[in-house]
């Protein structure tokens, strides 16, 4: 069974450029949630997805930041314009339920904004 | 608010055993975990406690107190392979989505 894979792996933008980061949930599972490290401090919950449905935004810096989820597949993160604050790294997890004792992370999207 | 503490390094022997602490401060509690991270990976799960008491799996144990908002993971007979970052992170209720809440992590070096 595949995981949580997350595209690209690494990204090196330009400050006011648009970079988009996908995530590919494991198949069948319900709930993406989208989670992010910057440089010195603890991951940091973005949003949640059920199936195409945002549950939970309240994570999202800013309105630079959109998230989609189009079928309840596959999800994007959207920055535009970035900011060099945005630099860390994108993590994407998945779960079938929400009580379920594990949660699978993706290897994370680094993003370095220049 | 919330709020996760845990040490930021630790360093241990190889074969030894270690002791990883975390307390916490939230708002709510639907379970705590552990993950563990290697550089540029994903964060594996080690192990999940959601009621008071010792999780034992192989060489990695965890315990939770709730009455103290404490946990801990223990590893035993380190090995080289057991340096990395470990995470520990609680879950907010369903009701609130379940997202996880994290620590800064700890990152345990394992010397020969």
């Known amino acids: 069974e595949a995981g949580v894979t997350q595209f690209p792996s690494h990204s090196v933008i330009e400050k006011g450029q648009t970079v988009t980061l996908r995530c590919d949930p494991i198949?069948?599972?319900?709930?993406l949630y989208w989670y992010r490290r910057v440089m010195g401090k603890e991951i940091k919950f973005l949003l949640h997805?059920?199936?195409?449905?945002?549950?939970?935004e309240s994570g999202m810096p800013n309105n630079r930041f959109l998230a989609e989820r189009t079928g309840g597949t596959y999800s994007t993160l959207k920055v535009q314009p970035a900011e060099l604050e945005d630099s860390g790294v994108y993590f994407c997890?998945?779960?079938?339920?929400?009580?379920?004792?594990?949660?699978?992370f993706g290897q994370g999207t680094r993003l370095t904004v220049v | 608010g919330q709020n996760i503490d845990q040490p930021t390094e630790m360093t241990a022997t190889e074969g030894a055993i270690v002791q990883i602490n975390c307390t916490y401060q939230?708002?709510?509690?639907?379970?705590l975990f552990w993950y563990q991270q290697h550089a540029g990976e994903a964060p594996t799960f080690l192990s999940y406690?959601?009621?008071?008491g010792l999780e034992e799996k192989g060489r990695f144990s965890s315990f939770l107190s709730r009455s103290k908002g404490y946990s801990y993971l223990l590893l035993k007979e380190l090995q080289m392979k057991d340096s990395a970052s470990y995470l520990c992170?609680?879950?907010?209720?369903?009701?609130?989505?379940?997202?996880?809440?994290f620590g800064q992590g700890t990152t345990l070096q394992v010397k020969p």
């Open positions: 997890a998945s779960s079938q339920d929400l009580t379920d004792t594990e949660a699978f």
């Open positions: 198949s069948g599972h319900d709930n």
């Open positions: 997805f059920v199936k195409e449905s945002k549950q939970d």
């Open positions: 939230t708002s709510g509690f639907n379970g």
């Open positions: 406690n959601v009621l008071d």
């Open positions: 992170a609680v879950r907010d209720p369903p009701s609130n989505t379940g997202k996880l809440i």
